[in-house]
Nanobody
């Protein structure tokens, strides 16, 4: 059974940092693009960051470039999202996601095969 389990969400002040973790079970990274989406209240779910093992590519949406970093530990089958210089507009539920046989250029909601349950990140004073 494929599972994605997120952890690490919480409340942080503007300018602060958080690290999200996503432990994958039931599959390995080799055949998947894996990464993160987020959904803010009243907004559509958007792709935040993606890693594709097949071409060793990591991508970020423009609004988080230079502040967020996706990393992975293949031995633990876990991906991380290090979030720095957080802003109130980063407040959202963050979802770990995986797409079979996809490149990061195809990282969109309709191509996702597996979703985690989500981790709430709140950036506020």
């Amino acid at each position: 059974e494929v599972q994605l389990a997120e952890s690490g969400g919480g409340l942080v002040q503007p300018g602060g940092s958080l690290r999200l973790s996503c432990a994958a079970s039931g599959f390995t990274f080799n055949d998947y693009a894996i990464g993160w989406f987020r959904q803010a209240p009243g907004k559509e779910r958007e792709g935040v960051s993606c890693y594709s093992h097949s071409d060793a590519t990591t991508t970020y949406t423009d609004s988080v470039k230079g502040r967020f970093t996706l990393s992975r530990d293949h031995a633990k089958n876990t991906v991380y999202l290090e979030m720095n210089s957080l802003k109130p507009e980063d407040t959202a539920v963050y979802y770990c996601a995986a797409a079979l046989f996809r490149w990061c250029s195809e990282w969109n909601y309709n191509n996702i095969d597996y979703w985690g349950n989500g981790a709430l990140v709140t950036v506020s004073l």
